[in-house]
């Protein structure tokens, strides 16, 4: 398998920082994210603090954003990663259907907004969990809850409805809902999850749902769920100067290591990362 | 070596040990417990004299699985006198797994 020098999770501003810096230096890089680069970039209506870009429409920088990728040959590779795992020498990442190996990893997530539910992280890997396809074949003859919060989770209920007994999807967006026959959608907001030992049921605003698993699906996963081991901080990725988090070889950047959430902290420390990471592998190679 | 054990021979094999016993819950379709595997194994030769490393198959073994309530692979658990102590959910890094476990010798 191909080992990459660096996997760059997450295509906003801090990543693609990270992923120029790091193929200006010659590294053979990956680059995951989203085809519209950040959900935050895009949503911005004015920008006056990006130096040298005043005035400017969130849209408008994500364009400029994508031109310089493109003309770097920089392609975003739009598979979400559902785990990295730390193997000592390098790292594996893994999404939906492939493995991935990279030698260093930066982290550059951004930050998700919606809060954890009730019962979540007291339950989390006892019934709830963040990637249903990882776990369904557990769920054989039982009975799955999905509460999903973007349009990939409509393809993570229909898979899991081809083993569990009964699947209910909780839709956190408006939208159409591709889903097969197997799968009930219950419009209702969910309030907390419940059970002692392991998860028992659903308790939403207007009913109950009795469920042995509850699934979680936002566009990331909390950092530490992602890479397992991975030490937090009030809420983020610790980091030092360097951008380096617990892990070696594992470095953060951007809205995931704390705040100010700002496009131009953000760049600045996927530079940092990048720039590391580089000094890291030439290390290794003297 | 991480000895392959199931659910007959579950009892005995983790049931009456005097040493901490490291039960690696898994399954072939479950990508983390692949990574795992050799962590566990690679962990298993350092502390073989003062810990018993097993691994249970879930799909094979759903009487275990269920007793010990087995959501999501992999899971280990650590046993003393038959009785579970811990448990650890999802795969981490081998020194991470290395700590938990000595907190139990
Ligand atoms: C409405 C709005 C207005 C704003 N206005 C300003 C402003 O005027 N000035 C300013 O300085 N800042 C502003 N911000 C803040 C700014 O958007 C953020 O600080 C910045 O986008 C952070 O960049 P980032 O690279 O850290 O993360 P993001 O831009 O959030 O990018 C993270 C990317 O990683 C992807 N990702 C995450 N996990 C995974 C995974 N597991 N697999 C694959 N991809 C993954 C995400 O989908 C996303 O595309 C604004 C934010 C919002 C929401």
Redo the contacts between chains.
């Keep these: 398998m191909e080992r990459y020098d660096i996997a760059i999770i997450g295509s906003g501003p801090s990543g693609l920082s990270a992923a120029i810096n790091a193929k200006v230096r010659n590294k053979n890089i990956i680059i995951f994210g989203n085809s519209n680069l950040s959900r935050s970039l895009v949503l911005a209506p004015k920008v006056n603090n990006y130096l040298g870009f005043y005035g400017i429409s969130g849209t408008e920088l994500r364009d400029k954003f994508q031109k310089h990728i493109d003309d770097m040959n920089i392609n975003i590779n739009t598979e979400k990663v559902n785990n990295i795992y730390a193997m000592g020498e390098y790292f594996a990442i893994m999404t939906a259907n492939k493995t991935y190996e990279a030698k260093k990893v930066i982290l550059a997530l951004g930050i998700e907004h919606t809060k954890p539910i009730e019962g979540e992280d007291k339950l989390l890997g006892r019934g709830v969990g963040y990637c249903a396809t990882c776990d369904a074949p557990l769920y054989r003859n039982k009975i799955v809850t999905i509460l999903g919060y973007n349009k990939e989770a409509e393809s993570e209920a229909n898979y899991v409805s081809e083993m569990a007994n009964k699947v209910y999807y909780i839709p956190m967006y408006k939208d159409e809902y591709e889903l097969n026959d197997k799968v009930e959608i219950v419009k209702d907001k969910p309030l907390e999850i419940v059970g002692s030992g392991k998860v028992e049921k659903l308790v939403l605003k207007n009913t109950e749902i009795s469920t042995d698993g509850v699934f979680i699906l936002k566009d990331s996963a909390p950092p530490q769920q992602l890479v397992p081991g991975l030490e937090m901080e009030d809420g983020h990725i610790k980091v030092n100067r360097k951008m380096e988090t617990n892990i070696e070889g594992c470095y953060a950047a951007g809205d995931c290591t704390g705040k100010p959430y700002q496009y131009m902290k953000a760049v600045g420390e996927g530079q940092v990362a990048a720039l590391n990471a580089v000094e890291e592998l030439s290390s290794i190679l003297k | 070596m991480v000895k392959e054990i199931n659910d007959v021979s579950f009892e005995s094999e983790v049931g009456t040990q005097d040493k901490p016993v490291v039960v690696d819950f898994w399954?072939p379709?479950?990508?983390?417990c692949k990574?795992l595997g050799p962590?566990i194994d690679e962990i298993s030769n350092e502390l073989d004299e003062k810990v018993k490393f097993v691994k249970v198959n879930?799909?094979e073994n759903p009487l275990a699985?269920n007793k010990f309530?087995?959501?999501?692979?992999p899971?280990v658990m650590i046993f003393k006198n038959g009785n579970p102590v811990d448990t650890l959910?999802?795969?981490?890094?081998?020194q991470?797994m290395v700590s938990e476990i000595e907190k139990h010798i």
């Excluded at chain 2, 959910?89 to 081998?94: E, N, Q, S, T, W």
Aim: proline share 9%.
């Design positions: 399954a379709w479950c990508g983390p990574m962590v879930v799909d699985a309530k087995i959501a999501s692979i899971t959910v999802g795969f981490r890094p081998k991470s």
